[in-house]
DNA sequence: GCAAATTTAGTGTACCTACATTTAATGTTG
DNA sequence: CAACATTAAATGTAGGTACACTAAATTTGC
């Protein structure tokens, strides 16, 4: 759908303007998407994804610095996320031998079996599918302008 | 920069998944400098972009249903945010005398005024000059490949 | 070897989003 | 016109982000 339909701006300052616009936009519809489909599992996003990066260290442990280095959001509170994992006994937390400044966070046999389930459900993520709309020239064009923007 | 070295994650699943992580990726990117150039002002990004669709509706007054209608993210307080606004002075609040459920928003002189004085300073919106690096034809595909994501 | 700097997590606060619920005013309909 | 439904905004709560600060462990440098 046109942006200039989505929020009611018939026409904008700019094509850069615009495509500024798009891309926060965007990334919101797609966020809300993932959200919705994360919720039946009892998880949202920056969990899922917290999660995942545990999955991809398993089973050697991750350290928070490696987990906000992962991380999409540079900004967000790793602490807090994994307190929430915690709670939900998905993850483990114990002091770092090597480092005691340091904590080792592992994934635990819980959290596995939830990214499992969620894998093996289609329809999880719809957000992701959302890309599929794409050709895979178009998909790797929409990679080069994204990188190109961040340069 | 690639996106492979900013979460640092060597290969993807698909070039679909990496897309999909690029769009959300390069808004929170986007979306960090856009706050840090508001801060100055004593504003957040949703309160900028209250306080912008105010000045396209003055002298008329906007309601909280017109204010979602046009705002990025459609699930966000616009009651809260104007909340902030009006504590700032930035904004006035009035029952609308046609329909005494609505509220009737207007962007006060001191709000034009910031509005104003941000325009004018050619460094406050570095996010948006971030897509200058892209050519026009560029901005236009990333647009195109943007509304298709939606479709 | 010890004082100072650095690293690693965690905490506090303000603001935001997501979503359900509430309150009041207005429409609708038998 | 009274009962019910709908609409417009506000509120409550849980979780997240932004950013400054704290506390503890380790490293560095004299």
Redesign the interface.
Known sequence: ???ED????PTFQS??????????????????RQMAAFKPYGLTSPQFNVLRILRGQHPLPATVALLI???????SNASRIVDKLEEKKLVTRTVCPANRRAVDIRITEAGLRLLRQIDEDEHANP??G?????T?A??????T???????
């Not at 178009?138 to 990679?143: H, M, S």
């Open positions: 759908m046109r942006l989505e929020i009611k701006q094509e850069a303007h615009k495509a500024y616009l798009n891309v926060v936009y965007t990334a919101g519809w797609l966020g809300q280095e992962r991380m999409l959001d540079k900004t957000a992701r959302s890309l599929d709309r794409l895979a178009e998909q790797r064009q929409l990679n302008l994204l990188d190109k923007i961040r340069a």
